[in-house]
């Protein structure tokens, strides 16, 4: 009676996720020498029950095993047994190799977008709340929460059936809720909780901010013209700190703003537009005179 | 300086022993070993003047050795002529007053052109080796009318002042017109129009140009003359006798991680060479040399922190995304290539994450202060370079940018990722120089606070002015950005004459050297190439005694 040597060809994952497909290769030799040839192979599951399997053949004595993790979260047991076995003449002992491995959950993720920037005090508004599954689960109509910094719930709501325009598998929903009446920026979190689904999956959170500022009192109107031709410049950029606007086509922006001094950035590509204090007291219209700056030349990299 | 420098060939040592170092693949039983009597040297062919690199600086040597009487062979390791030049964009900083300056009344001299490039107040200037400007200086018209006669045809309008130059010099060359021979085509690699009208010249006048051959040392008498260079071919294994002069015209150090690291040890392996994948910078010819005692020379222009030693990719997304150049799927070395790469044109969509996913300087600053920074010590066991730099952006970011971020664009094999959530893209990243995965907590965390500085309008970090656009739209995305190497600004000492110095200060006899080989002048670009070059290539035809 000869014995089976078998062993693992690379390790087992210690973890991996729930309903994973995993590879189990191994090699299987006698010690006496003897080719083993079709050596029947078993394997019984973590529910004691038979796996049907498809051995694939591999290098020399080798084969692979591939299995499926189950959908619960847990230590999990297979057992790949080798059955007693005539090969060269000589009867080969049976034997039995454990695998043990350890599920996880799923992973979520979050993205949020659309959030504006900034919102009045008290006011409401919306922002676009996205939550994907790492195997890319459907997660339409599950729950998601947005809270504030002392972590009450401010918005809730469900997710929606399809995934966002130009991702795989991100569901998303939009949410309103109202900008606390205090000044400065404000965060707040956004809890996925991730039950209810029929793989598990563990949840998540995230933050982002906004900038929230008192009730506008005045109209600051920007023009951005080029400085020789007095040409509009239209998708101009314009910043005073937390307020924000592009100008149109006629090269005008508006921004409704408080009382107060302020430092104006405008940034275009291709121009520059010097930096200058503003102070709003009442409706106020600036113009803004950008030189062209000519494109650069890569190959031109001077530097002094 | 040059006339105290002693000539070793001068010393009564025989000229039947030979010593070659580095000698690795080459005949062995013609070269096998320091000393062997020199009939035992086998000589495949033979050439008054031997250049080793067929780019601007070897071209113009080889083309002015052979208008000189020599005769010559050029040997390029590569499958084609060109170097670095066939990628340049052609701009050729010549002046001193010549004909195309005369034309729009660019008042100009050769002492004008030494006093500008010797500028105390310029840091491309400051380190060069005056005597060197000089020579360039005095050369600058001769240069400029070696490729006209050439047939280099140039687009006549004046560019500058640039750099150190108080008046008007740069000229930029006419593109080569067949689309086919130009390896990076659409681009406005103007370059290619100046080495192949040099190369078409040389073969003219009869240089001989030995493509995939590459020099794997060279030859000297003990302790004395170089007569020689062993070359591997596909072939197999050649000497090739010099009579009156090797010239090394190799190029540059950059895409050596070894060599460049005598002078940063910051620039560790993560950093690429610009114009790979088509040449690659390798410090051959410095190597080879300094095998025979050669001396590098005017090492601080290396590392004076101004030009473009060093740039950020530009085009990001693909493995070389150097400045405006750009592989095209058109190009015949897509294939090594892989993805054109995305051409930014505003660094404000996007931020900038090291290997650990956070930000680390104001993304709009191309200064060295930005390269300092992405190259700093970042914790771990990488103790030298700062690791990858990756460009992280969102859906509104490539719509405002017009960018389809997708093959052949992008490179995804290594250089970009995209995924629904930036959780789940900064695990994503994969390259062989990202030695850890980035913690998808790590980088959210850095782009919610960095849309915190969005919102209040003040990068309270770096100080970013006025940071425009949040990263929050999906998809999101992330771009090989890390910082690429261009000039070689450093390389062998050499006399006026282009003759190769040892560390001794003694001048190796029958060996020159040229172009980005060459130490000492700091400029940026061909006219260095070309002016080297043909002080070499008299020289080299003249002999050494």
């Known amino acids: 009676m000869h014995s089976i040597d078998v062993e693992l060809c690379e390790p087992v994952p210690a973890e991996v996720p729930v309903g994973a497909d995993f590879v189990v290769k191994l090699k299987v030799s006698c010690p006496e020498g003897c080719d083993l040839g079709a050596l029947p192979v078993s394997v019984t599951g973590p529910d004691q029950q038979p796996v049907t399997i498809a051995p694939t053949p591999g290098e020399a004595d080798a084969c692979e095993i591939a299995l499926t993790a189950p959908r619960?979260?847990?230590e999990h047991a297979w057992s790949i047994a080798f059955a007693p076995h005539e090969s060269e003449g000589a009867r080969h002992e049976g034997c039995a190799l454990p695998i043990r491995l350890r599920t996880r959950p799923h992973a979520t993720s979050l993205a949020i977008w659309a959030?504006?920037?900034?919102v009045v005090m008290g006011e409401r508004f919306r922002i676009n709340i996205g939550a994907k599954s790492s195997a890319a689960c459907g997660l339409e109509g599950k729950a998601i929460e947005v809270l504030d910094r002392?972590?009450?719930?401010?918005?809730?709501?469900?997710?929606?059936?399809?995934?966002?325009?130009?991702?795989?598998?991100?569901?998303?929903?939009?949410?309103?809720?109202?900008?606390?009446?205090?000044?400065?920026?404000?965060?707040?979190?956004?809890?996925?909780?991730?039950?209810?689904?029929?793989?598990p999956h563990e949840g998540t959170s995230s933050r982002f901010s906004i900038a929230v500022v008192p009730r506008p009192e005045h109209r600051l109107t920007v023009e951005v013209l080029e400085k020789d031709s007095k040409a509009p410049i239209a998708d101009a950029q314009i910043r005073l700190g937390a307020y924000r606007a592009a100008t149109d086509p006629s090269g005008h922006a508006e921004v409704a703003m408080p009382k107060g001094t302020y430092d104006l950035t405008v940034w275009k590509v291709g121009y520059d537009a010097p930096g200058r204090t503003v102070d709003i007291h009442g409706d106020t219209a600036i113009k803004v005179e950008a030189v062209v700056v000519p494109p650069e030349n890569p190959d031109a990299y001077w530097m002094m | 300086m040059d006339k105290k420098q002693s000539r070793n060939a001068s010393a009564p040592v025989s000229r039947r022993a030979f010593l070659s170092k580095g000698a690795a693949g080459v005949s062995a039983a013609a070269l096998a070993g320091v000393g062997e009597a020199h009939a035992q040297v086998k000589w495949d062919l033979s050439a008054d003047v031997v250049v080793i690199g067929a780019g601007v600086s070897g071209l113009a040597a080889a083309i002015t050795a052979r208008d000189a009487g020599a005769s010559v062979i050029s040997v390029e390791e590569n499958f084609d002529i060109g170097g670095r030049g066939m990628l340049s964009g052609g701009r050729v900083h010549l002046g001193g007053g010549h004909a195309l300056q005369q034309k729009f009344g660019i008042k100009d001299s050769a002492d004008q052109v030494f006093k500008d490039?010797?500028?105390?107040?310029?840091?491309?200037?400051?380190?060069?080796?005056?005597?060197?400007?000089?020579?360039?200086?005095?050369?600058?018209?001769?240069?400029f009318n070696f490729l006209i006669d050439n047939g280099v045809e140039f687009i006549e309008k004046p560019i500058g002042p640039e750099a150190a130059s108080t008046v008007p010099r740069t000229f930029v060359t006419v593109e080569w017109?067949?689309?086919?021979?130009?390896?990076?085509?659409?681009?406005?690699?103007?370059?290619?129009?100046?080495?192949?009208?040099l190369e078409q010249s040389a073969r003219r006048k009869g240089v001989q140009i030995l493509l995939r051959h590459e020099m794997k040392s060279i030859i000297r008498e003990q302790a004395g003359k170089v007569v020689g260079i062993a070359v591997a071919s596909p072939g197999g294994n050649l000497n090739i006798e010099a009579k009156r002069g090797v010239i090394i015209a190799t190029g540059g150090h950059t895409g050596n991680v070894n060599f460049r690291r005598t002078f940063d040890p910051r620039l560790t392996?993560?950093?690429?060479?610009?114009?790979?994948?088509?040449?690659?910078?390798?410090?051959?010819?410095?190597?080879?040399?300094?095998?025979?005692?050669?001396?590098l020379w005017a090492t601080a222009n290396q590392t004076s922190e101004s030009g473009a030693a060093i740039t950020k990719t530009r085009h990001i997304g693909c493995r070389w995304g150097y400045s405006s150049l750009v592989f095209v799927p058109e190009s015949k070395l897509f294939h090594l290539a892989k993805a054109t790469g995305l051409a930014v044109s505003d660094w404000q969509n996007m931020i900038f994450v090291d290997q650990n996913g956070q930000r680390f300087w104001n993304e709009v600053d191309g200064s060295y202060r930005f390269f300092a920074a992405a190259m700093a010590y970042r914790g771990g066991t990488k103790l030298n370079g700062g690791g990858p730099i990756w460009a992280i952006f969102d859906a509104d970011a490539a719509a405002r940018e017009k960018w389809d971020p997708k093959p052949p664009h992008v490179d995804p094999d290594g250089y970009f990722y995209s995924a629904d959530t930036l959780a789940e893209l900064a695990p994503k990243i994969k390259n062989p120089h990202q030695k850890q995965p980035i913690s998808g907590a790590v980088l959210e965390e850095t782009v919610n606070r960095y849309n915190s500085f969005v919102a209040s309008g003040t990068d309270s970090d770096f100080k970013k002015p006025t940071p425009m656009y949040k990263i929050e739209k999906p998809p999101f995305y992330a771009a090989w950005a890390t910082p690429i190497l261009h000039d070689t600004l450093t390389g062998l000492r050499s006399s006026t004459r282009g003759e190769v110095i040892d560390t001794r200060g003694a001048i190796i006899a029958g060996l020159y050297c040229a172009g980005e080989s060459q130490g000492g002048f700091a400029q940026h670009g061909l006219a260095r190439c070309v002016t080297f070059g043909r002080v070499a290539g008299r020289n080299a035809a003249k002999g050494t005694a």
């Open chain 2, 269 to 295: 392996e993560e950093y690429q060479q610009a114009c790979m994948p088509y040449a690659y910078q390798g410090a051959k010819g410095e190597l080879a040399a300094m095998d025979l005692g050669a001396s």
């Open chain 1, 72 to 74: 619960q979260v847990g």
């Open chain 2, 117 to 143: 490039w010797v500028r105390h107040d310029s840091m491309v200037a400051r380190y060069s080796d005056r005597d060197l400007v000089r020579v360039f200086a005095d050369e600058n018209v001769a240069s």
């Open chain 1, 115 to 118: 959030v504006p920037s900034p």
């Open chain 1, 150 to 199: 002392a972590g009450a719930v401010v918005a809730r709501g469900r997710l929606g059936s399809t995934p966002w325009p130009g991702t795989s598998a991100l569901f998303w929903t939009e949410l309103d809720f109202a900008a606390p009446e205090q000044e400065g920026l404000a965060w707040w979190s956004v809890r996925f909780a991730a039950t209810d689904l029929e793989t």
């Open chain 2, 177 to 197: 017109q067949n689309k086919d021979e130009v390896y990076a085509p659409g681009g406005g690699r103007n370059g290619s129009g100046l080495v192949r009208r």
